[in-house]
């Protein structure tokens, strides 16, 4: 029977519901029927066991969201409508160095348990379309390219170059044995894998695609494979290869867009692999993007009138850690730590007012099936937490990494470091004034310290430039430059130009370059070395240590209001990056990272501000819409 039920008790949202124990049985059924071999056939329409199916899927990252949370999350998935779940695959994860592949997730807190998530989604009696990709764009770091690729040579990555296939081809004789079981072929939930991720805006070597096409093949996947692309007659001219079927990724004009796509698919079925309900935000742009949420219905109605669809994302979830990816147009700009996209459920799981205006959507094509939500999760206040000790990053930096010497300076990468920091250090053995320095080659983000103190900051385009610096005089003055990594780009042809660091050179006084370089690669993986009575001289970057108590665990949200830029690390766990800058102000913290009794927060601060707490908040703050 239908009620209304509530995950708060207090928001309403139309469920189709019945006893807890009744569910229960039903969601048990369901999977033990999913475990049994099935068949999916794209012909005229998509069809399940020889049925018309149509596909409801909602986009869930796995590594978005902590493992504890998967249950309540797809099952509200399940409550919406939802007969599909869907996720990309991150290479940048899988294989963090080369020849080294995770899939246990024994170092992310579970989040590379891909096939832990998929069989999770199966018992729950959801479908699961996978995009294992080598690229997935999804606003990851390098759209999910590991950073190593780009530590010797200038592979044209997204090509047939056999440089870069090789790489590929690695990557899927380990990858494809894991999900070959979890097709529907083999009984499980797995209905369809994507080739490549919209590839139609990047290039047209379709050598590359085919290449592949056939990796997988030969890897043991006989389910659909197919591609996802915008709109347009050019784009899907440029990845038109066959036995790969088309789909189409957009916002709105579902109408046009498949009326569009109905000339490559052969007569078959049209699916948009991608209905963006909402957007992302970047660092220092000045608002939390939203959308209406009666526009994303209409919008959802439209194509579920001329299709199958993927609601992209139904559950957003977190950039952790160094994660986030960026966008470059006319300057760069990296995401958020919050990857809450104002989608139907918020960052942290809650129903929106959009989820239940699309529900009641999907409800009109699909009868909604018997579902019982998981007790909430909790939030919780715990006020403020007091600073407890700091040191300054030179004090602490003989117990962080061991120095690197070089002629030149060199790119993280070059150096084996992927993610985080570098410290590069010189001595001005031949100019005892500094004027004005240049970076040539660097990215993302420069603090120049002589002798200890801040002689310039610089950002992206502004690395390029003279930078008129004191004049410090004095002699063999020391140089130290720290270099931020703020994301590598996800999309766009800037994807072959991602080295972080120093690259080039570093001018002096307009003069000539400095040679002769100490670098300290400054993952940020390793702070449980850190040593709080190393020393601390104010202004610098600095550790700080942050301890409070919780008697029960549960959501909470980091205000760094009054710091300047940096990260937080809970209880060994990277929890993301912050910057005044906006528009996100507050992290969001999730209980299952927390432990009853004394907690520990680390927090890199490099802008020389900072308070004597940090405040622990019950709701979020995203910034201004």
């Known amino acids: 029977m239908n009620k209304l039920a509530s995950r708060e008790g207090k928001d309403l949202c139309l469920l189709a519901l019945d006893t807890n124990q009744a569910c229960a049985k039903t969601c048990a059924e369901m999977g033990e029927k999913m475990e049994q071999l099935h068949t999916f056939e794209i012909r005229d329409q998509f069809y399940l066991d020889g049925n018309p199916f149509r596909i409801i899927s909602g986009g869930m990252h796995y590594f978005r969201v902590l493992p504890e949370y998967w249950e309540d999350r797809l099952l509200k998935l399940k409550a919406l409508g939802c007969n599909t779940v869907e996720t990309v695959v991150p290479w940048n994860l899988n294989e963090p160095k080369k020849g080294e592949f995770d899939f246990t997730g024994k170092k992310l807190h579970g989040l590379t348990d891909l096939v832990g998530y998929v069989k999770l989604a199966q018992k729950l009696g959801l479908w699961v379309i996978l995009r294992p990709s080598p690229y997935i764009c999804a606003e990851w770091e390098f759209g999910g390219f590991p950073a190593w690729l780009l530590a010797d040579g200038d592979m044209a990555l997204r090509t047939s170059d056999e440089r870069y296939l090789r790489h590929v081809r690695d990557y899927y004789k380990v990858l494809m044995p894991y999900l070959a079981p979890l097709q529907i072929t083999q009984g ?145 700009t990296p995401d958020v730590t919050s990857y809450d996209y104002d989608a139907l459920l918020t960052e942290d799981g809650q129903i929106t007012e959009k989820y239940k205006k699309c529900q009641q959507v999907i409800a009109e ?6 579902v019982e939500l998981l007790p909430p999760v909790k939030r919780s206040a715990y006020g403020e937490a007091p600073v407890v000790a700091k040191t300054d990053l030179f004090h602490a930096l003989p117990d962080l990494a061991q120095p690197q010497e070089s002629v030149t300076p060199q790119a993280m990468e070059r150096m084996g470091q992927s993610y985080g920091y570098m410290l590069y250090s010189a001595v001005l053995e031949s100019s005892s004034e500094l004027n004005s320095l240049k970076l040539f080659k660097a990215a993302d983000r420069a603090i120049a310290f002589i002798d200890k103190q801040r002689a310039m900051t610089a950002y992206d385009r502004e690395l390029e430039v003279r930078h008129e610096v004191g004049p410090f005089h004095g002699k063999n003055m020391h140089l130290d430059i720290l270099v931020e990594n703020m994301g590598r780009v996800n999309y766009g042809p800037y994807l072959n130009w991602q080295r972080k660091g120093i690259d080039g050179c570093v001018m002096i006084n307009d003069r000539f370059a400095q040679h002769n370089w100490k670098q300290y690669a400054l993952p940020m993986t390793n702070l449980d070395q850190l040593n709080f009575e190393a020393g601390y001289e104010e202004g610098l970057p600095a550790f700080y240590q942050v301890e409070f108590n919780v008697d029960e665990p549960a959501d909470t949200f980091l205000d760094m209001t009054g710091w300047g830029k940096g990260f937080v690390v809970v209880n060994a766990f990277n929890l993301g990056r912050f910057w005044e800058e906006g528009p996100q102000r507050r992290l969001y913290l999730p209980g299952a990272l927390l432990k009853p009794g004394k907690n520990e927060l680390l927090i890199f601060e490099t802008e020389g501000k900072h308070k004597a707490t940090v405040i622990l908040c019950d709701t979020p703050d995203l910034g201004d819409e």
Not at 257 to 264: E, G, H, I, M, V
Not at 287 to 294: E, I, S
Not at 365 to 370: G, I, K, M, S, V
């Open 188 to 332: 499980g939930p797995v209905l369809m894998m994507q080739v490549e991720n919209e590839y139609g805006t990047f290039g047209n070597d379709k050598k590359y695609i085919k290449a592949l096409r056939d990796m997988m093949r030969e890897g043991g996947i006989d389910v659909p494979l197919f591609q996802s692309d915008g709109p347009a007659d050019d784009i899907f001219q440029n990845t038109a290869v066959e036995d790969l079927f088309p789909t189409a990724n957009f916002g709105s004009r579902g109408k046009i867009a498949f009326d569009c796509l109905k000339k490559y698919n052969h007569g078959g079925p049209c699916m948009c692999a991608e209905l963006w309900v909402g957007w992302f935000d970047a660092w220092r742009s000045g608002k939390h993007h939203t959308t209406d949420a009666d526009q994303a219905a209409k919008e959802l109605r439209e194509v579920l009138e001329g299709g199958s669809v993927n609601l992209y994302v139904a559950e957003g979830g977190t950039n952790f850690g160094f994660m986030n990816g960026s966008n470059y147009g006319e300057f760069l």
């Open 365 to 370: 094509f699909e009868p909604l099936q018997e």
